[in-house]
Structure formats: C-alpha cells, structure tokens
C-alpha cells in the first residue's frame, strides 16, 4: 500500500450508467490529481485539486466530473461513458501542488465500458 | 517542461547494475529530473529525483552529467521485481508531471 487508495480496483459499466471512482490518501497531502492511462499510451492528466480547489481540467469532456469535498478524499463521476473511455484510471496525491514534492499514486481502477 | 528522450526497452541480467538513461537537451536551470517506475497495472511508484547533484536513496543512485542535458538511473543489483516501466520526467517546481512511454526494463533470471 502507498497511502493512496483507490475503490474499486476493477469496475465494468454499461454507456448509460452512472459511476464514481473513489480515492482517498491519509499522508497528510493538499494536492490531488486524476490521470488516466489507455492501453500503451503515456499517462495523461485529468484534472488537478489544490487545497480542494480545482486548479487544472485538461479539456476533459464533461462525461468526467470530478469532485473533492476535502483534502483527503478525490472522486470521479462517470455518465454516459463511452467504449474508449476505458482505461487505468489512476488517482495521486502531493504535499502541495506547484511545490517540489513527488506524486504518490493508488494502485488505480481498471474501467471497461461495454 | 523539458522533453525527455529514453530508450523504449533495456534487458539486464539478474543481479547486475541496470543503468538507464534519459537525455533531456533542453532542460532549463530550475527543472528537476524525476524517476518513477510503473510495474504491469499499477500506478507509477517515485524512485528519485535531482537538479544537478548525483543522489543516492535505498533505492537507486542518479548520476546527473555537469551539463544537465542527460542522467542515468542505476539499479545496482537489479531483481525480476525490477522489471517495469521506468519513467524520466524534467519538470520545475510550478508544473505538473507529464509521463511519456518510458523504458521497458527487463530482468532476466
């Protein structure tokens, strides 16, 4: 375990239900991060949460909504997802964002969208 | 952030140094060089980071050359729990990590 922990570890759903990914850190971290990860290609950064204000969406379409009521706890909503959209997603956390501290990342969760 | 050039995949004998470079030409004076390792369907795990002096942690030891244009990772005993992905990122303090494909190191029995 990292200290960062995600649920649930592998999760199918059909295009029209709705979901959530959980992720939680109890390391004491202010900055919260999602990146997902499709089959071999490069981890791409979803979205950013800094002292539980979100602080980067990197054109993500709104079929994602993320969510972060505190510092320790990161949520990503799903609906009307799409084939494609399966992939590794992966949830990290840092002390600070935009400060010179390493990501800590979950062990992710596994999405198949049939 | 600096763009960062690896090798797609290296194979190391068990028990051997793995070393891994990563050129990183255009890195400025205040970005770091990060390592991180990913193994099959996990999330990418820190290994070490540095600006310009060669450091060392129980994990693995980076050698950044004086120009700061390359480094390499070294595993000095490398282990079949070694094999993954390794990951070199050159980034400042004000950015996030952007990951590209990585090396894909192999131990070998």
């Known amino acids: 375990e990292t200290g960062v922990t995600q649920t649930p570890r592998h999760l199918v759903m059909g295009m029209t239900n709705k979901k959530s990914l959980k992720c939680e850190q109890h390391?004491?971290?202010?900055?919260m991060y999602w990146y997902k990860q499709s089959a071999k290609k490069p981890l791409e950064l979803m979205f950013v949460y800094n002292f539980k204000e979100q602080t980067e969406n990197n054109s993500v379409p709104s079929r994602f909504s993320p969510e972060c009521p505190n510092s320790s706890h990161l949520f990503l909503h799903l609906h009307t997802l799409q084939p494609e959209d399966s992939a590794l997603y992966l949830c990290?956390?840092?002390?600070?964002?935009?400060?010179?501290?390493?990501?800590?990342f979950g062990s992710g969760t596994r999405l198949t969208v049939v | 952030d600096a763009k960062t050039t690896q090798p797609p995949s290296m194979d190391c004998a068990e028990g051997r140094a793995a070393n891994l470079p990563c050129n990183h030409s255009?890195?400025?004076?205040?970005?770091?060089v990060y390592w991180y390792r990913q193994i099959h369907s996990q999330g990418p795990q820190y290994i070490i980071h540095?600006?310009?002096n060669n450091e060392t942690n129980e994990m693995a030891s980076l050698i950044i050359t004086e120009d700061r244009k390359s480094s390499t990772l070294i595993l000095p005993h490398a282990t079949l729990r070694d094999t993954a992905v390794y990951y070199c990122?050159?980034?400042?303090?004000?950015?996030?990590?952007?990951f590209g494909t990585g090396t894909s190191l192999t131990v070998i029995p």
């Open positions: 255009t890195i400025s004076g205040n970005e770091y």
């Open positions: 990290a956390s840092s002390q600070a964002h935009r400060e010179n501290y390493g990501y800590t």
């Open positions: 990122i050159a980034t400042n303090t004000g950015n996030q990590f952007y």
């Open positions: 540095g600006l310009k």
């Open positions: 390391l004491g971290h202010n900055a």
